[in-house]
């Protein structure tokens, strides 16, 4: 008995000591301001940035909204009348240039707008979208919905329902800032969502076995309980949102929004070991805070995509703006390891 507990916990030591640990990450700013103009040319505007490689360039997404065509006071931005997606193109991930609208389609080929901060990865070849749109059924509360390609810029929905609309006891039926990645067997999904009375944005995770249709019987909600992150420190205020993840040498690195849009939002960071549990960097979590003043990011820099490119370099590409009454432009860091 005695040696046989001696060898359990000798090989228990030697997990603990073999597990991966997680690594200093450094950024590394790049020159990139990028803001779509093809509404209101005096009024750049881009946010909810995602990225693939695709050809011989890349392929960025994001969240734009169509302007009224005059603003009545120019101190403040154009009224908004609709979000949709975009798509810009770059070959060296700072300089970019509109391709168009994303084109988005439903099961039957019909066109479908209201597209919103899409998650596009390339599984095993394929690209995927995962993106949030309002679904009648839960009375206009956005949701996430399933859509492939094959040129990047053509989307079809692969069902004609979101694909997660999470059933728990401790949020709303809500599912917005899609992220995907695999582990193991398995495609993990995290998204944002509200507490019971939608005031705190929160977070949870969800699985599909990986190579499936990712359809909504395909998902196993693993939040069941309660959320997997939720607002705990005080520059994250009433919102974590917007995570997105990359593995490197074992560990997955998630980067998180904290606060709302409009309130200052910046950029947090916790790791995971086994892709599941995460936890904050000490002492709370927070990686990338907003520029000094005057900055072009002065009051935000928020809502993270993580992008790692086909020769394992890794890029952070987020939204940021001046000041409250300031549009949005994208911009990317390169990720160092350390």
């Known amino acids: 008995m005695r040696a046989f507990s001696l060898f359990a916990l000798a090989t228990a030591v030697c997990l603990s000591a073999c597990a991966p640990k997680p690594m200093k990450v450094v950024l590394e700013p790049l020159?990139?301001?990028?803001?779509?103009?093809s509404k209101v040319q005096e009024y750049p505007f881009a946010k909810d940035p995602t990225v693939i490689h695709h050809g011989d360039g890349y392929f960025m997404y994001y969240s734009l909204m169509?302007?009224?065509p005059a603003p009545q006071d120019?101190?403040?931005?154009?009224?908004?009348?609709?979000?949709?997606?975009?798509?810009?193109?770059?070959?060296?991930?700072?300089?970019?240039?509109?391709?168009?609208?994303?084109?988005?389609?439903?099961?039957?080929?019909?066109?479908?707008?209201?597209?919103?901060?899409?998650?596009?990865r390339k599984l095993d070849g394929k690209i995927h979208m995962f993106y949030q749109m309002a679904w009648e059924e839960t009375n206009g509360i956005a949701n996430i919905w399933h859509a492939t390609s094959e040129d990047g810029i053509t989307f079809t929905n692969t069902c004609d329902r979101p694909?997660?609309?999470?059933?728990t006891k401790w949020s709303i039926k809500r599912s917005i800032d899609?992220?995907?990645?695999?582990?193991?067997?398995?495609?993990?999904?995290?998204?944002?969502?509200?507490?019971?009375?939608?005031?705190?944005?929160?977070?949870?995770?969800?699985?599909?076995?990986?190579?499936?249709?990712?359809?909504?019987?395909?998902?196993?909600?693993?939040?069941?309980?309660?959320?997997?992150?939720k607002p705990e420190y005080p520059w994250e205020m009433s919102c974590t949102e917007a995570p997105t993840?990359?593995?490197?040498?074992?560990?997955?690195?998630?980067?998180?929004?904290?606060?709302?849009?409009?309130?200052?939002?910046?950029?947090?960071?916790?790791?995971?070991?086994?892709?599941?549990?995460?936890?904050?960097?000490?002492?709370?979590g927070l990686f990338f805070k907003h520029g000094?003043?005057?900055?072009?990011?002065?009051?935000?820099?928020?809502?993270?995509?993580?992008?790692?490119?086909?020769?394992?370099?890794?890029?952070?590409?987020?939204?940021?703006?001046?000041?409250?009454?300031?549009?949005?432009?994208?911009?990317?860091?390169?990720?160092?390891?350390e």
């Not at 000094?292 to 890029?315: I, K, M």
Request: proline share 6%; with cysteine.
């Open 178 to 229: 899609a992220e995907v990645y695999k582990v193991k067997d398995k495609l993990v999904l995290l998204f944002a969502t509200r507490d019971t009375t939608a005031t705190y944005q929160i977070m949870g995770m969800a699985e599909a076995p990986y190579g499936s249709d990712y359809g909504p019987d395909k998902w196993t909600l693993l939040s069941v309980d309660g959320p997997l992150m």
């Open 31 to 37: 020159p990139m301001q990028y803001g779509d103009n």
């Open 163 to 167: 694909i997660i609309v999470p059933e």
């Open 245 to 284: 993840v990359v593995k490197h040498k074992g560990v997955w690195y998630m980067f998180y929004a904290g606060a709302y849009n409009h309130e200052g939002q910046q950029i947090g960071l916790a790791t995971s070991t086994d892709g599941y549990h995460y936890e904050r960097i000490a002492p709370d």
């Open 66 to 68: 169509p302007f009224d």
């Open 292 to 337: 000094p003043e005057g900055a072009w990011n002065a009051f935000e820099s928020g809502h993270p995509g993580v992008f790692q490119d086909d020769d394992g370099q890794v890029y952070l590409f987020y939204q940021g703006k001046e000041s409250l009454n300031a549009t949005y432009y994208l911009s990317v860091c390169k990720v160092r390891f």
């Open 74 to 120: 120019n101190s403040k931005p154009p009224k908004f009348n609709d979000w949709h997606a975009a798509i810009a193109r770059s070959t060296d991930l700072v300089n970019w240039e509109r391709v168009g609208d994303l084109d988005l389609r439903d099961t039957k080929g019909n066109p479908l707008h209201g597209a919103v901060a899409p998650c596009v």
